[in-house]
């Protein structure tokens, strides 16, 4: 199968900045749709000292889409490749997303931000959730070269059953665990997306 590349209008959705883990992970609707930059933070967790004492959280997801209408035979192997860039200290899962408008037909809205097919609030993503890929971790993640998400069965299934793939990327460890962070850090991995120009740093299978 050639290389199949990410849909227009992928991007990264942050989640309000507030004074709980959970009202932070659990968000309704993200405060930053970033979906005209060519890099960013694809996965992030932060906690951080408010201005007036206590701790402010934050997360951001990103999401892209693939159009899968011309695959009618079975999908033997798929892998995710996504260009790293600048951090490398967080971790990431691919999961099947109903973002786009479900079909990729809408713009990323900040609304998309939990929109994760069996998203489960308060609770972990694991057995709730429909995995797309492994899991990457700590520095292993590299900001000069392409990194490799192998995906699951599920994903293999979709992109031979149906017209559009969608793809939330999120921090493993923190977020799709629901499992708060205890200091102050901030974890990310950054990415490339489609409007980097050309094709050469873009998300693809």
Request: proline content about 1%; charged content about 15%.
């Amino acid at each position: 199968m050639p290389n199949l590349y990410s849909g227009n209008h992928d991007g990264r959705v942050q989640s309000s900045t507030v004074g709980s883990w959970a009202g932070a992970r659990d968000d309704t609707a993200g405060s930053a749709n970033v979906s005209q930059v060519y890099s960013s933070y694809f996965t992030e967790v932060s906690k951080f000292a408010s201005r007036g004492g206590g701790s402010s959280y934050r997360v951001s997801r990103s999401f892209i889409w693939f159009d899968t209408s011309g695959i009618s035979g079975t999908v033997s192997a798929a892998t995710i490749k996504i260009r790293g860039y600048n951090a490398n200290d967080g971790s990431v899962i691919a999961v099947k997303s109903d973002a786009f408008g479900g079909d990729g037909g809408s713009a990323l809205a900040n609304a998309d931000f939990n929109n994760i097919v069996g998203y489960s609030t308060g609770s972990s993503l694991a057995g709730n959730a429909t995995d797309y890929s492994n899991t990457i971790t700590s520095t292993s993640w590299s900001i000069g070269g392409y990194n490799d998400l192998t995906g699951t069965t599920d994903l293999k299934n979709d992109m031979k059953n149906n017209s559009v793939v969608i793809i939330c990327f999120m921090d493993y460890t923190n977020d799709y665990l629901n499992s708060a962070l205890g200091s102050n850090t901030t974890l990310n991995y950054g990415g490339y997306y489609t409007d980097y120009s050309g094709t050469s740093r873009d998300p693809y299978i």
